[in-house]
């Protein structure tokens, strides 16, 4: 039996009652995922089956912490039945079960954001308007439009996503471009990542014999971080709870961080008009941070107005001040805080417990080379996305060929990659002959036809080409092992090792990108564990397209390097993580609050936010917070006067809890910080 003990009063409450509606608002650090898992495993002890009950969240990583848990917990069969995974894994489930109800082929394809890009730029073209319109802006307005559940029809009919736009898109123009590019995507039987809810809800709200069978197959809903939900994943609970009602929610309104991709912490109190039966729980007691940093986080959210109240507190002892220090330029700032982090190295703390957060990657480089100069060891995590590096693109996309010939946006990016001599002009031939012959690009490319007409050496490349899918087989694959030694070998004989060796201006361009490369067939590897484990009825080379496609969290397999390192990212990357202690640095005007919440156009929701992004900023750290801000940051080029960010004004005046630093006291190094100073250096060197 689960043991309920260990729970305190609102978190066994939760657990208990696992029927009807329920809202558990979880403050940062108050065990929601204990709560969550305890839950689940109570409802099966209780005789629920496993299929019954769904568990969304909105990471991979997230989901399989959830399992693993469960699995400790319960462990079983029926546990293994439940449903625990993203929203958008979720819906690109029951889409794959019925692909023809909502027009699409068994064995569709899901698209990157690289490819979605490529099919938006051809509708640009077709219009003419490739210099009007940017394609990621384009491509964001009609994310943006399938969060809202809105068609090309209802852009024209008026119908626009209810947002706040600086600079609101031509939405007539947008209609176009989105049914062209729907056009595309019906044309090679492919969905983006937003059509795995957007479809899936358009076909219950059309089809109540699906939605009858929802009903039927699942009963019980949990929902984690629920304040990130946008407006088609509340729609979507709305529909598949039906009125059984039998729903949990789980998350709190102070850490809604993510409004620029659809996320609205409205859905917390639109839940509430919902099921006005909804019974509200919330966990306060924080088991993460410390008395003065709950204390100044709590101060400092107090001023949003429209939220849910609550008030965390934590029983731990005694604890320092918060630091805050001001400084005249970024370089003073980023100086004191390697200083600072020597000094808490001094004090005990591994560089692997500290963390420097920041409003935007552009504040990065000062910090990296302060570290570097005090031969601080640091990891950045952010910049160029991992999908989006050429040489990982390019091979997914052989990848992706040798599973299915008939991609034609693979074999287009990767007929010429590398050099084989065949230019545009030889494409363009063998587009129209696939269309005289009714064939697939990767057809017609083997005719002797097409051959003829190309030189003895492309005749050659591409026959060469054609050999690297007859030797490989991925769907022969019976293990997750397999599926990494298959990729060793299609990547052997792709030649894109020689191609980073020829075009690679510089040693270290190369080993970068040869390290990303080569660490690829591991990572699908560990993708294809993932991928056999969600497939009850064995493993299939599109569970592992779909993994590889829906999982940017398992970028951290390849990106993340293990070992005492300080970590450096933007306050959003930091949402859900802890470290023993963080700077947060930036507390000026016009970079925490962000210059585009500012100003009398817009309006207060968006300082709001900002508001909660320094919240979840300051609770990430466990025992020691330190916040800097400098007076004069550059912009475009110049340096810029600031002021000191009005949450800075917000926090306590009570010395006790927040210490704040003269700009003289910060620069100055006391004997004793010197010494400290000195033995991590020592102590760094030690261990090279």
Known sequence: MLDLDTLNAPQREAVVQWTGPMMILAGAGTGKTRVMTTRIARMLQEGVRGAEIVALTFTNKAAREMKERLLQLVPGEEVKKVSVSTFHSFCLRQLRSLPTKVGLKSGFKLLGTSDQLALIMRSLEEKSWQKIYAADQMLAAISSCKNWLISPDGLRSGVVPPQSYEQPPDWAAVAEIMELYERQLDFHQAIDFDDCIYKFVRLLQDNSTELARVH??????????????????????????????????????????????????????????????????????????????????????????????????????????????????????????????????????????????????????????????ARIPSHTVGGQSF???????????????????????????????????????????LSRLAEQLKCTPFEAGKREAFLRQLPAATQQNLLDFYAIFECTHLSQASTAAECGYLCSQLLARTGLREQIKREAKTMNARLARLKYLEGLPAWVEKCAEHAFTDNRKGFSPQALFDRLTLGEDETRMVEEEAGNHVTLMTIHASKGLEYEAVVLTGLEEGTLPHRNSLGECVDHSAIDEERRLFYVAMTRAKKELAITCALNRPLAGRKERREKSRFLLEMPEDEKIVEWVSHEEAVMESPEAKKQSMLAKLAFLKDL
């Open 216 to 373: 039927r197959k699942f009963h019980y809903f949990c929902v984690d971080e629920f304040q990130d939900t946008n407006y088609a994943q509340l729609e979507l609970l709305r529909l598949m709870v039906g009125q059984q009602q039998h729903l949990c929610v789980v998350g709190d309104d102070d850490q809604s961080i993510y409004s620029w991709r659809g996320a609205m912490v409205e859905n917390v109190f639109t839940l509430e008009q919902m099921f006005p039966a909804i019974k509200m729980i919330k966990l306060e007691q924080n088991y993460r941070c410390a008395p003065n940093i709950l204390h100044a986080s709590n101060h400092v959210i107090a001023n949003n107005v429209k939220r849910k109240s609550k008030t965390l507190w934590s029983d731990k002892g005694a604890s320092k001040p918060i630091r805050v220090a001001e400084f005249s330029t970024p370089e003073n700032e980023a100086r004191w805080v390697a200083k600072h982090i020597l000094a808490l190295s001094g004090r005990g703390y591994r560089f692997a417990d500290i963390a420097v957060l920041y409003r935007a990657n552009n504040q990065a480089s000062c910090i990296e080379m302060a570290l570097r100069e």
């Open 387 to 429: 999908f989006e590096r050429k040489e990982v693109k390019d091979f997914l996309a052989y990848l992706r060929l040798l599973v299915d010939p008939g991609d034609r946006l693979a074999f287009w990016r990767v007929i010429n990659t590398p050099n084989r001599g065949l230019g545009i002009a030889s494409q363009e031939k």
